[in-house]
């Protein structure tokens, strides 16, 4: 008798497809999904789980599978199964546990949620497709804040990432990858069965972002029918297609099998166990990542060289950073609440009493020009002199070659202050919530980042230094659901590449104002300036520290001789 794993039949009441008999979507079970004399059982407990942070008022089912192999002096792996409802039979674990297939594994398999009616005559709010279509960090947020620290409570679960696995079908499957591609740090094994890779909440565009992001130590199964659905957001075998692609061409650890199956789970009931047995392949030995790949962000960013974070003495006793910048001497100039230091710090280095920095850079004469709340400052890093270049205050800063110096406000103005002493600063442009400004390797162009908008504003600098034909050139990606892109500071390399910090990622621009790659930011807290140090990267996160990652780029200093990068490719 055909048990079904999952119940994905059921998924009929989000997509329906016209009912088409196809003799040859059968695929028999295999002994592995049958009882097998001697392979002891596993134990279940069933119990309602409410959420109180990310899906507030929400209740759903979990029922929690207990192998029999189950110590608990020794961590457990992990795999959480969306759309749990429809997992009635834990056979399949039974006895690949038994075997030494997979690892022994404690699953949790959770329902969606749904925030109960108000009255008998009302309906409840059925959160499936908020939770599991978006593609967003919010549901992995859910299980790693809320589910699995409950589960941990009572039995020793491995908080090692490469020991969870996490799967789902149709849009439990996209839910699924979802989870593991936005918090690789809790999830690296994924089992996706009819995927929802479609526009039901805008999840159309995996199969570009795996292509783009720095490859993320995750091992994918796919599973798709060659029948499956083509409704309103789109097909399910393109969408599939179009992610096995993405994830071919970043080297990733993926299979992608194809059934004559319409949406439903008969192929993937019997191909359980295999997607199971590939996911775990070569357990404990951790998911690898592609180091070469025809990925633009690999010929920059590679695997072998993460990110590390930088302890500075000042910072370790509860001062956060707020702005950094390099000198000429490959020193990284760090503004704190009220003081400035620098690493390699040595004693008696530290700038007491400079003020809040929101952003600073060196000019060429040495001089760290700092961009505040009330004014614009230069500062003597010898003798700790400082002077007002112009009383208005400033988000970001960038000081050219001739040392002519702009600052964006939070008003969106763009201010000019002259390397001649003789002229007064002035506003030369306007860009809504203007946040980062950088100059391209040539000097010849100005580039500011908006903190509402998605897009890097370029404009021409004039001779006299003032700007000309504004063009909202670079566009970035911003977080689904939301509005503002926070793009903040912004670096550029000697192939005229822009490197934009924000919270989806350090994205990577080339001179055509494309997205080509994003590397991943150093922890899940927003990254907000970047400075460059030769071909070592830093950056700044929101919560105040400061990291870096060596690169195989080149960094450009706007201190520096202005230098002609190579023309893009149109």
Request: include cysteine; charge should be positive; hydrophobic fraction near 35%.
């Amino acid at each position: 008798m055909r048990t079904l794993a999952f119940s994905l039949l059921t998924l009929a009441a989000l997509c329906t497809t016209p009912a088409v008999a196809l003799a040859q979507n059968v695929y028999p079970l295999t002994p592995d999904s049958q009882p097998q004399d001697g392979v002891p059982k596993g134990r279940s407990e069933s119990s309602k789980f409410t959420s109180t942070k990310w899906f507030p008022g929400t209740v759903r089912d979990m029922r929690l599978y207990i192998p029999a192999q189950y110590d608990s002096k020794k961590p457990a792996c992990v795999l959480v199964m969306q759309d749990g409802g429809g997992f009635r039979d834990t056979t399949v674990l039974d006895n690949l546990i038994a075997k030494g297939e997979i690892p022994v594994i404690i699953g949790i398999f959770i329902t969606p949620g749904v925030v109960p009616p108000t009255s008998p005559s009302a309906l409840p709010r059925y959160n499936r497709s908020y939770e599991y279509d978006s593609p967003t960090d919010r549901y992995a947020k859910f299980l790693i804040d809320e589910v699995v620290p409950e589960v941990g409570k009572k039995y020793n679960l491995s908080k090692d990432p490469n020991d969870h696995a996490i799967a789902g079908g149709s849009s439990g499957g996209i839910a699924a990858f979802t989870a593991a591609f936005f918090r690789p740090d809790a999830f690296r094994r994924v089992i996706s069965f009819i995927g929802s890779y479609t526009d039901l909440r805008g999840a159309t565009n995996y199969g570009a972002l795996v292509r783009k992001f720095e490859p993320k130590p995750i091992r994918i199964f796919q599973q798709d029918g060659k029948n499956d659905q083509d409704i309103y957001s789109g097909s399910w075998p393109i969408g599939n297609t179009d992610l096995a692609a993405g994830l071919k061409f970043g080297r990733y650890e993926a299979m992608m099998t194809w059934g004559e199956g319409q949406h439903d789970g008969v192929q993937s009931t019997a191909l359980f166990p295999d997607a199971l047995r590939f996911v775990w392949k070569g357990w404990p030995a951790p998911v690898g990542v592609a180091t070469d790949t025809p990925q633009p962000i690999t010929k920059i960013v590679t695997a072998d060289e993460k990110w590390k974070l930088i302890l500075l003495a000042p910072i370790d006793r509860g001062s956060e950073a707020q702005s950094i910048s390099t000198a000429s001497d490959g020193r990284v100039y760090v503004g704190l609440s009220g003081a400035i230091t620098h690493f390699p710090a040595e004693e008696g280095e530290l700038h007491p009493s400079v003020g809040d920095s929101n952003a600073m850079i060196f000019s060429p004469d040495g001089r760290l020009i700092l961009a505040q709340n009330k004014q614009v400052v230069a500062l003597d890093v010898k003798t700790g002199k400082k002077i007002s270049l112009g009383k208005f205050g400033a988000r970001g800063v960038v000081v050219g070659k001739n040392r002519n110096a702009y600052f964006t406000s939070s008003n969106g103005s763009i201010w000019l202050v002259p390397a001649d002493t003789k002229l007064k600063p002035k506003i030369v442009g306007n860009v809504p919530d203007a946040s980062g400004i950088t100059l391209v390797p040539d000097q010849t162009l100005l580039m500011v980042s908006s903190a509402t908008e998605r897009y890097i504003h370029a404009f021409v600098i004039q001779t006299d230094g003032s700007l000309a034909h504004q063009q909202p050139y670079h566009e970035v990606y911003v977080n689904h659901g939301e509005t503002k892109s926070n793009a903040g500071g912004m670096v550029t390399d000697t192939n005229g590449w822009l490197y934009v910090a924000s919270p989806f990622g350090i994205q990577v621009l080339d001179q055509a104002g494309r997205v080509n790659g994003i590397i991943v930011n150093p922890t899940t807290e927003p990254t907000t300036q970047l400075a460059w140090s030769g071909s070592t990267l830093y950056a700044l996160t929101k919560d105040g520290k400061v990291y870096a990652r060596k690169t195989k780029a080149t960094g450009v200093q706007a201190f520096a001789d202005p230098i002609k990068p190579p023309a893009p490719r149109l």
